[in-house]
């Protein structure tokens, strides 16, 4: 009996020690998984940094008002003079004038401004808008001519232009560029 009882706690005894080998092992693996976790769960638990925005700018509309000012946050374009639709020596004939129009313009042109070289965007207003034309359509008409710098006043032959371009608005022909040559027109139509 006593044997079979020693023979129980040797097997006892060595199913323990199996046991704790075991136990031993998987503990052991158990630690280099935690050793190796750290890492892995730091690259997954560290959020990605998120990507920078690209920046996409604003429809056009957005990025000036409607008044033609550069809309915050936006770098206004640098100004340009542009080539005179006209000159001293051609202007008549490019604006399909006759002499005695060509006189007329004159004289609206020294009313508008007596003695100055150029006339300003608020005598522009005053004048322009006796002309019975919508403000905005008047807007187009200055910057078409509105060539030279600085921009804001128009010269003499820009101011010619200008009225060659209300005429045409009055009327209703397309008031472009293409269009200063028609003949036949007559004189601008100003509201006293």
């Known amino acids: 009996e006593e044997e079979a009882e020693n023979k129980d706690e040797a097997e006892n005894k060595e199913g323990e020690t199996k046991e704790n080998e075991k136990e031993e092992e998987a503990e052991k693996k158990d630690d280099e998984k935690k050793e190796e976790k750290p890492e ?4 997954k638990s560290a959020p990605a940094p998120a990507p920078k925005p690209k920046k996409v700018p604003p429809p056009v509309a957005q990025r000036r008002d409607t008044v033609g000012k550069v809309a915050p946050g936006v770098k206004p374009k640098p100004k340009k003079a542009l ?3 006209v000159d001293e020596e051609n202007w008549k004939e490019k ?8 006189a007329q313009y004159t ?6 401004v007596g003695d100055k070289d150029f006339m300003t965007g608020a005598a522009g207003l005053t004048l322009f808008t006796k002309s019975g034309l919508d403000q905005a359509l008047l807007k187009v008409i200055w910057s078409v001519a509105d060539r030279s710098l600085p921009k ?5 032959l820009e101011f010619y232009v200008a009225l060659k371009l209300i005429v045409l608005a009055q009327e209703n022909k397309t008031p472009n560029v293409e269009s200063l040559s028609l003949t ?3 004189l601008p139509k100003f509201d006293k």
Request: charged share 30%.
């Open 40 to 43: 892995s769960v730091a690259k």
């Open 152 to 156: 804001g006043r128009l010269t003499e």
């Open 107 to 112: 004289t609206t042109w020294r009313d508008a």
């Open 83 to 85: 080539p005179p639709v």
């Open 184 to 186: 036949n027109l007559g």
């Open 95 to 102: 604006l399909g004038l006759t002499e005695e129009d060509a």
